[in-house]
């Protein structure tokens, strides 16, 4: 395919997703196919000779979209949201048609210093520490990982070396290190001490209080105990927006624990952060200015399409020293003097994609003031939302609301809960997901779809009325 | 911005991106910008209302380009190859557009199975064996990983864990560990010991022989070694294509050692696997039936853009066993048959991309004998440069060309050689990369670019040619 044949073909392209967005609230939310549908309508071998760019297209049409859940409906309520947007998608496909692998600064210097630079603006965008930028007053930068499983793996992992003196990387693991997390945190934090070689028993479950969020006095309980029975506890994790109800750990309380144990602080915020571009909705900061290091992504609330993790660190040295494999080859006055970066060091795989370019895309299209507006939006949806099912005596509230997510439930118990998600889902008119808080089934609510207006959620809410009676029967 | 308007901005952004391609030449390959020069380009904060995306296309000409080294470019002979594609740049658009996440199989089961389904189409293509497909007679299967780096951690910590009783991820590492490789392996072989806790100096490098092809009887002594003195050996990794000098290990016989000794093997050919979709290479994958697992990266040498590494394992219930958090929440019946996988659980992250459709497009739109025809081009190109080498007095090959790279050097030693890298690359004309062989400075010149065509490589020798002469002065 030459580049004329790109430009046609890419126009075609641009066009089927042009019509997807516009279409795609006549597809059923969640896909209807069986296991092994996809599979059945694909040919069983390769084909020997190429085919015909157009039949590749029709074949999304009738092959792909059935196999499809749709995360950019306006009515995809699960999980939390991936909400892509136009400027993302196109400054995606800028990376793909430039090709660069950014493992180093030299290997295209660009990619290195556009993500380092618009990492620095969204620290001021969302109020951060300034420590956690790259040209602050202190030692700290942020780097795009894919996902914030790999933000808080390496996190772990720079804090099992701290720990340990930078010894464990050498050596091995040689002494018994315990991490701590909520009972509500994500369950990446268990697949990393798994890899880490620190082992998922050693990661301590602490409790929560009645909001879901972490109890400090029982964190500081755990990790003295852990001390006085001789083992190193090295990381906390404190959660800013759980993912069962965006329950947010008290941050300063659980740095105070941290400082006071020399244990390693990550905060997680990976949804809720890209609140903190609204001022107003800087509270769940509260503290950050005290962690080693912090993520959150603006592949779920800030329009920018998955993959794409922002994470910090106040101290880049520990960060780079426990994953710097080379450390004399790859050196140069450039990278030393730390006006350069290379980012190899700073994550788990050694290559990298240009990232940076979908986040500079989204900024410069929506600017600071149409970000904001559109956490506003989704953020004034989610309460008027829970005004609605406080007012209803056939629902309740299962956690507090903070931002975008509500979690709720028939009052008819949990079988009532689970026959309403399945008949909601069912219908193809929408897609919720379920939590379990205190032991009971909840139904979620996120709002932060890119395209979700109020007459969304307001046909939600009907719908979730209507099928009420039919659910307690 | 509507999907109007994406269609509108989408159609600008294809054909900047048709119009780089047309005219990549013009650009010198390797960036001459300095630190900091592009973040000097851009404001220091971002903007806090939207900008027209004009200003964002205009940018990328006059902010960003200069600081690209242009990986696409037909003149890039440097590392391995990163040869995107138009259809794999216009599957990667879909991806984006469709902005579906697919941790699990319910969360697009599009995304999982086309996946599935391509993986086992390469496995043909390749021809692997059986074992490493989803359907075949064993209980194997592949997935997409970001890169071979990822894919040998992953591996190493399946090995881990079936060494361990899958106990290491429950209590951490308990004991000592041990892995190997060549003294010619990938660096994320370093890396992947010291993040799984076995620690670097456990990972011993096997010497290699005179082709940098590690030495089995050598391997069989360290591994023998290591038992004696009571360490438990785990991991042996043999590289199909190293990065230095594409040498190839002798796997059939490593793959003894690793059966006496109940040893996991993983093989790397990251860049080299591609080779095999010509019958007449396929002779690279001699003993890759032994191994329990294998990667090859289409993001190297298969017109496929980063990032798109394949994964295959023999047993697939020692990577999920090993990456599966929360089995019984995750486990459901289709699961448990193995009709449809959860990718979560055969990876680091939780969240992955349709990275699927770019394979897809990719092998439609050329047919395997026009993936056939791009290997075989870089191939013959690679011998006739290897013919002209040899043939000229002052240069000598410095190791075996079994594909499409050639390493050599100037018959003047190291500092003619260094002055002739430096002059060929500040040239703008073309980009190189060294290695060292034996202690001694080589050239590589890799050919795999999807639009380099012998015109380009005559161009480089003739380059070659002219400096040789002042850089033996």
Redesign the interface.
């Given at each position: 395919?030459?580049?004329?044949?790109?430009?046609h073909?890419?126009?075609r392209?641009?066009?089927?997703?042009?019509?997807?967005?516009?279409t795609i609230e006549r597809h059923p939310v969640?896909?209807r196919?069986a296991?092994?549908?996809?599979?059945r309508r694909?040919p069983p071998?390769?084909?020997?000779?190429?085919?015909p760019?157009d039949?590749?297209l029709q074949d999304?049409d009738d092959?792909?979209?059935?196999?499809?859940?749709?995360?950019?409906s306006p009515n995809f309520f699960a999980?939390f949201p991936?909400?892509?947007?136009?400027?993302?998608?196109?400054g995606?496909?800028?990376s793909?048609?430039?090709?660069?692998?950014g493992m180093l600064?030299?290997?295209?210097?660009?990619?290195t210093?556009?993500e380092?630079?618009?990492l620095d603006?969204?620290v001021?965008?969302l109020d951060l520490p300034d420590r956690f930028k790259s040209d602050g007053a202190g030692a700290g930068g942020g780097v795009i990982q894919?996902?914030a499983?790999?933000a808080s793996?390496c996190a772990l992992?720079a804090a099992?070396e701290r720990a340990t003196g930078f010894q464990?990387?050498?050596?091995?693991?040689d002494r018994?290190?315990t991490a701590y997390t909520s009972t509500q945190a994500?369950?990446?934090l268990?697949?990393a001490a798994?890899?880490?070689?620190?082992?998922?028993?050693?990661l301590r479950p602490i409790e929560v209080d009645a909001a879901q969020a972490m109890r400090p006095d029982a964190l500081e309980r755990a990790i003295a105990a852990d001390r006085r029975a001789g083992r190193t506890p090295c990381f906390v994790c404190a959660t800013v927006g759980t993912t069962a109800s965006t329950a947010i750990d008290p941050v300063p309380a659980i740095a105070e624990v941290c400082r006071r144990y020399g244990v390693w602080l990550h905060v997680d915020a990976a949804h809720a952060g890209s609140a903190a571009l609204c001022p107003e909705l800087r509270w769940i900061h509260a503290g950050v200015e005290h962690a080693d290091s912090y993520c959150f992504n603006p592949?779920k609330w800030m329009l920018t399409?998955?993959?794409c993790d922002c994470f910090y660190v106040a101290d880049r040295a520990a960060l780079i020293s426990?994953?710097s494999?080379?450390p004399e080859y790859l050196r140069n006055p450039?990278t030393e003097?730390g006006?350069?970066f290379d980012y190899r060091d700073w994550q788990?795989?050694?290559?990298r994609?240009f990232r940076a370019?979908k986040l500079?895309?989204v900024?410069?299209?929506?600017?600071?003031?149409?970000l904001r507006a559109h956490i506003r939006r989704h953020v004034a949806l989610a309460q008027e939302f829970a005004g609605w099912v406080a007012a209803d005596d056939r629902f309740e509230l299962a956690a507090p609301v903070p931002l975008n997510l509500v979690c709720f439930r028939h009052v008819g118990g949990d079988p009532a809960n689970q026959r309403l998600l399945d008949e909601l889902n069912g219908s193809g008119s929408l897609y919720l997901t379920h939590a379990r808080l205190d032991g009971r089934l909840v139904l979620r609510l996120a709002i932060g779809g890119t395209f979700t207006e109020r007459r969304h959620v307001a046909g939600a809410w009907q719908l979730i009325r209507d099928r009420a009676g039919a659910a307690a029967a």
């Open positions: 395919m030459t580049p004329e044949q790109f430009r073909a890419g126009r392209t641009i066009d089927w997703i042009a019509h997807y967005l516009e969640l896909s196919v296991p092994g549908e996809i599979r694909l071998r390769a084909p020997e000779r190429g085919e760019f039949a590749i999304l092959v792909i979209l059935p196999g499809i859940t749709h995360w950019q999980y991936a909400n892509a947007s136009p400027p993302a998608i196109l995606d496909l800028v793909s048609g430039l090709g660069v692998q600064w030299a290997t295209s210097p660009a990619c210093e556009l380092t630079h618009v603006w969204l001021d965008l894919d996902t499983s790999s793996l992992l099992r464990t990387n050498e050596t091995g693991v018994a290190l994500h369950s990446s268990e697949k798994g890899i880490a070689g620190i082992g998922r028993r050693n592949h399409n998955f993959d426990t994953f494999v080379t450039a003097s006006t350069v788990v795989p050694l290559g994609r370019l500079w895309f900024i410069r299209q929506y600017g600071a003031e149409g």
